[in-house]
T-cell receptor, first 112, second 113 residues
């Protein structure tokens, strides 16, 4: 599975937008880009995923670069509850194992 | 109702003991997983079952044996516990093995002393 690179940590102010970057320069044509987050003392939680087009859901937006070598998870208005570790994961769409390979993620701190 | 539930939440045991962690999902999913999160917070897949059949076994010691009595349950039995087994173990499920939205349990913190 292709690797992703994320900043170790980021800070944000409450009620401001947050842009969490992810680089995946070796992404293949069948790799989907997934984002999960892990709140303190909880299990990971699915956030969003996409292949080529930008995606929106109730939690966040995913902006995918045209060459697909990078993507950005956008939280439109950060709340204190959004403080978590955010994982950017590539998963081969042709795989039938459901396996997720987690990296070190980005620890997001949200300041009141 | 909790979608993916694990018991116990905390487990403290001595080296050499045998212990089990239970996992149940009420989502009607076909695929279930066990992940391990070590002290450095790295999450790594251990096993995956699809309709009670093993589809992933990620070079986990033989002391770890998953058991899936039905597709709603995936238990993890660990024999001869070692200090290095101390970690948080997460159970997860997905609709099937090709669906990427996985639902995780709250985790079981295992401490081996």
């Amino acid at each position: 599975d292709a690797k992703t690179t994320q900043p170790n940590s980021m800070e944000s102010n409450e009620e401001e937008p947050v842009h969490l970057p992810c680089n995946h320069s070796t992404i293949s044509g069948t790799d989907y880009i997934h984002w999960y987050r892990q709140l303190p003392s909880q299990g990971p939680e699915y956030v969003i995923h996409g292949l080529t087009s930008n995606v929106n859901n109730r939690m966040a937006s995913l902006a995918i670069a045209e060459d697909r070598k990078s993507s950005t998870l956008i939280l439109h208005r950060a709340t204190l509850r959004d403080a978590a570790v955010y994982y950017c994961i590539l998963r081969d769409g042709s795989s039938n194992t459901g396996k997720l390979i987690f990296g070190q993620g980005t620890t997001l701190q949200v300041k009141p | 109702d909790t979608a993916v539930s694990q018991t116990p939440k905390y487990l403290v045991t001595q080296m050499g003991n045998d212990k089990s962690i239970k996992c149940e999902q009420n989502l009607g999913h076909d695929t279930m997983y066990w992940y391990k999160q070590d002290s450095k917070k790295f999450l790594k897949i251990m096993f995956s079952y699809n309709n009670k059949e093993l589809i992933i076994n990620e070079t986990v010691p033989n002391r770890f044996s998953p058991k899936s009595p039905d597709k709603a349950h995936l238990n993890l039995h660990i024999n001869s516990l070692e200090l290095g087994d101390s970690a948080v173990y997460f159970c997860a499920s997905s609709r099937n093995s090709q669906i990427t939205e996985a639902f995780f349990g709250q985790g079981t913190r295992l401490t081996v002393v």
